[in-house]
C-alpha cells in the first residue's frame, strides 16, 4: 500500500474545510490562500486549488470581487456568503464530532 496516495487523500478530504476556514475572517486572493495553506503544512498546488475554489463559488459558498493591485494586474479577492458561513458552521461541528470520535478510537489503549 502507498503511504503518500493515503497521505494526499485525507489532505485532500479536508482541503475544503480549511479553505472556507481560511476565508471566515477575511477575504483573500488565491496565493494569500495558498501561503496560509502551505505555512500549516497542508501541501497543495494551484493546480488543485483554483478549480475547488470555482467549485465552491458555483455552489454558492464564496463570492468574488477584483480588486487593482499595486504591483501588477488586479485580484479576484474570494469571501464567504452568508450560506457559506452557515456551511462553515456546520462543517467546524463535524470536524469536532469526527475528530472526538479518531482520538478515542485511535488513543485506545488494548483491552486484553
Known amino acids: 500500500m502507498n503511504i503518500e496516495n493515503t497521505k494526499a487523500q485525507m489532505r485532500k478530504g479536508v ?23 502551505k505555512n500549516a503544512k497542508l501541501l497543495v498546488v494551484e493546480g488543485t ?11 454558492g459558498l464564496l463570492n468574488y470581487r477584483w480588486e487593482e493591485s499595486t504591483s501588477g494586474p488586479p485580484r479576484k479577492y474570494y469571501g ?4 457559506g458561513k452557515t456551511f462553515l458552521n456546520e462543517l467546524n461541528s ?3 464530532e ?15
Open 80 to 83: 464567504l456568503t452568508e450560506i
Open 49 to 59: 486549488v483554483y478549480p475547488l475554489l470555482t467549485r465552491l463559488k458555483n455552489d
Open 94 to 96: 463535524t470536524w469536532t
Open 15 to 37: 482541503l475544503e474545510f480549511c479553505i472556507l476556514s481560511v476565508l471566515k475572517e477575511k477575504d483573500a486572493y488565491t496565493s494569500e490562500i495558498l501561503d496560509t495553506l
Open 98 to 112: 469526527l475528530s472526538d470520535a479518531v482520538n478515542i478510537i485511535t488513543n485506545q489503549k488494548s483491552q486484553s
